[in-house]
């Protein structure tokens, strides 16, 4: 997770094409700290890693608007595309704008957060 979240942000442009990057299944360890059903119909879920970065998960669901934190965060395995969303202001969002967009496979891994 952490990888991906260290990425150079591209230059955000709504037509820009994909990057090569944005071309493959990636599978991600994190913790669940927060989660929201938002207003694009996605429910948005920050996963925090060992280093403290954070990356957003959509997966398609209703819509509703605020976060909501789990007291104890949940270690899961999340699969999906690399999706370089543009920043703008998105809680939990990777400074760089990396997204597991849409998640393909969601776990509950063993172990615990930290």
């Not at 094409?17 to 299944?25: F, G, I, N, Q, V």
């Not at 899961?76 to 998640?103: R, S, W, Y």
Request: aromatic content about 6%.
């Amino acid at each position: 997770m952490e990888e991906l979240a260290s990425l150079p942000a591209p230059p955000w442009s709504s037509g820009a094409p994909r990057s090569t990057a944005e071309r493959r299944l990636y599978s991600v360890d994190g913790c669940v700290v927060a989660y929201a059903l938002e207003g694009d119909s996605d429910l948005h879920v920050v996963l925090r890693g060992e280093t403290g970065a954070t990356i957003m998960q959509m997966v398609p669901a209703r819509p509703t608007s605020s976060f909501r934190y789990l007291q104890r965060p949940v270690p899961v395995t999340v699969t999906g595309p690399l999706f370089m969303d543009k920043v703008h202001g998105q809680e939990g969002v990777a400074p760089n704008g990396a997204e597991i967009h849409p998640v393909l496979r969601f776990r509950r891994r063993a172990g615990s957060c930290h």
